[in-house]
């Protein structure tokens, strides 16, 4: 399948189950390197399929991605190959969809996972340092498993590797405390200007402290603290959203989470990000969907995608010259 998109607006349309999404997170692919959707990499092959290949044209350059079954991932940049490391951020992206509410009602993980994607694309050093981590971490759960297990264990090789996480954790809590800090009076702001609430929304980074393996770490052999166990909790007017707050006021949050890393994104990054908006339409009220346009529309941005089953819809609410993808 070949698309060109031209217009600063492009709207994919058909009925559901055509593969909007599908081409939605095609683009996701090529700026970030990786699904928003899914975590391994053949899952994106086609059902009796070996093989996926993508490939898109930006203005700074083209891409290409594939993954075939036995030979893995391939990642080329102008007719090079290249690692996922050193093309993230070169083309920012912020994708929007309706499993978002994750963020508020999901686990953890889901929280981190916004933090580190945004952070990722910003920051080369938070990126290496958050990889490096990772491998570091997948020794220490190995080594806390034979502890927990009664197995022989190099009693210096817990030690040198909690050495080298140490800094790593550091580094990367800080930098997540600092990305909270600069999100929330943003967030405050959008979320008031979208919904038409007054109720004053925050956020607090909660880290769990990285230290030597605790009793509890080597009976049970795995990682209990660190970054990887790092919490937000998001609260309106004091109270947990999760718990206390109504459907509308829940997803005028995430939409304002979301609108508040575009801002963050167009600051901190040279490069205007491509904005993905999946199912908008089905999951607002006309009310305020209007207010989210209007604030989108007023942002510096590369090109905004969003899916529709309407097309007269999308050409309505929007407004102006725009590409109509039909599936």
């Known amino acids: 399948m070949t698309c060109h998109f031209e217009e600063k607006v492009v709207v994919i349309h058909g009925l559901n189950g055509l593969g909007k999404t599908n081409l939605m997170d095609s683009v996701h692919q090529l700026c970030l390197t990786k699904s928003y959707f899914k975590s391994m990499e053949q899952h994106n092959v086609k059902f009796g399929c070996a093989l996926f290949t993508l490939e898109g044209m930006f203005d700074n350059g083209q891409v290409f991605m594939g993954w075939e079954e036995g030979r893995g991932k391939v990642i080329r940049e102008n007719g090079s190959n290249q690692t996922a490391k050193a093309l993230i951020g070169k083309r920012p992206v912020v994708m929007v969809a309706p499993s978002d509410t994750g963020l508020i009602l999901g686990g953890s993980e889901e929280r981190r996972k916004m933090m580190d994607r945004f952070l990722c694309q910003v920051d080369a050093e938070y990126l290496a340092s958050l990889t490096e981590y990772q491998k570091w971490l997948k020794q220490r759960s190995a080594i806390l498993k034979q502890i927990s297990e009664n197995s022989p264990v190099d009693p210096f090789l817990l030690e040198f590797t909690e050495l080298k996480m140490g800094p790593l954790a550091t580094l990367i809590q800080h930098r997540r405390k600092t990305f909270a800090d600069a999100l929330a009076p943003e967030l405050e702001g959008i979320y008031k200007s979208i919904s038409g609430g007054k109720e004053f929304p925050s956020m607090e980074y909660q880290p769990s402290e990285f230290c030597p393996a605790t009793p ?42 979301k ?57 309505q609410l929007l407004g102006g010259s725009m590409d109509f993808i039909g599936l």
């Open 259 to 315: 609108l508040a890393q575009i801002q963050r994104l167009s600051q901190e990054n040279t490069a205007p990000p491509t904005l993905l908006f999946d199912d908008l339409f089905e999951k607002l009220d006309q009310q305020r969907l209007k207010r989210l346009l209007e604030w989108v529309q007023g942002q510096p941005f590369a090109q905004l995608f969003i899916t529709d089953t309407q097309q007269e819809r999308s050409q």
């Open 216 to 257: 509890q770490e080597k009976a049970s052999g795995r990682n209990l603290v660190g970054p990887q166990a790092d919490e937000i909790e998001w609260k309106l007017d004091g109270f947990s959203v999760k718990k206390f707050a109504s459907q509308g006021q829940q997803k005028s949050l995430v939409f304002a989470i």
